[in-house]
Structures are given as structure tokens and as C-alpha cells.
Nanobody, 127 residues
Framework: VQLQASGGGLVQAGGSLRLSCVAS????????MGWFRQAPGKEREFVAA????????YYADSVKGRFTVSRDNAKTTTYLQMTNLAPEDTAIYYC?????????????????????WGQGTQLTVSS
């Protein structure tokens, strides 16, 4: 499976943007998609995840209520809709997945559970 993230850009504080992650290859072996971000000088952190079957969604506290993760019916594209953006959301955003098995809820935010990563897309939020 290959993941291609896109949709990043420069946005003013308070604005919105939608990131996309397109999966290609053996997508039938995917059971979810996670979004992570890494700000300059900081560790990469969990943002959100969409897990199927069951259509479960998970969010970091810092984005809850502002970000929404979704996917298309074909399960090949996952979206991260971001609203009310703030300068602290500035980061490179990555999508990631695990093949062959679902990630249990307690580990959904653990980036070590994901072994296929996209290349990242830059989001910059200006104040």
C-alpha cells in the first residue's frame, strides 16, 4: 500500500482546510487510517484516526471539536477536515495505516502501530 497525502497550504488563523490521503495498492488489507503531525522542533504526535469496520473515529484532545476525520465509501481516501485553525496547528501532517489487522482502541494513538506512512503535507497557519 502507498499513501499520498495532499491538501496542505497556508491558511489564516480561524480558517479551514481539508487534507486528503489517497491509498493505492492492496487497500483491502487496510483497517483504518491515522493522521499525525510534526511541528518544527517537536515530536510527531497523534491527531486523529478513522478505523473500520465500525467507522470508529478518534481525536487528540487538542483538535477535538475542530477536526473531523472521514473516508470515502471506496475506503481509498481518508480526509481530515480542519476548522478554526490556529498557529499551533502549523505542522507537517502525515497519514499512516497498518496492514492486515485493526489497531485496538488503546493503541490507536501510538504511531508505532502504524507501519505504512505517507510523505506528509505542510500546513502553515498564520496569525
Amino acid at each position: 500500500v502507498q499513501l499520498q497525502a495532499s491538501g496542505g497550504g497556508l491558511v489564516q488563523a480561524g480558517g479551514s482546510l481539508r487534507l486528503s490521503c489517497v491509498a493505492s495498492g492492496s487497500t483491502f488489507s487496510m483497517y483504518g487510517m491515522g493522521w499525525f503531525r510534526q511541528a518544527p522542533g517537536k515530536e510527531r504526535e497523534f491527531v486523529a484516526a478513522y478505523r473500520w469496520p465500525g467507522d470508529n473515529t478518534y481525536y487528540a484532545d487538542s483538535v477535538k471539536g475542530r477536526f473531523t476525520v472521514s473516508r470515502d465509501n471506496a475506503k481509498t481516501t481518508t480526509y481530515l477536515q480542519m476548522t478554526n485553525l490556529a498557529p499551533e496547528d502549523t505542522a507537517i501532517y502525515y497519514c499512516a495505516t497498518r496492514l492486515g489487522s485493526r489497531i485496538i482502541t488503546s493503541a490507536i494513538a501510538n504511531q508505532r502501530m502504524y507501519h505504512t506512512w505517507g510523505q506528509g503535507t505542510q500546513l502553515t497557519v498564520s496569525s
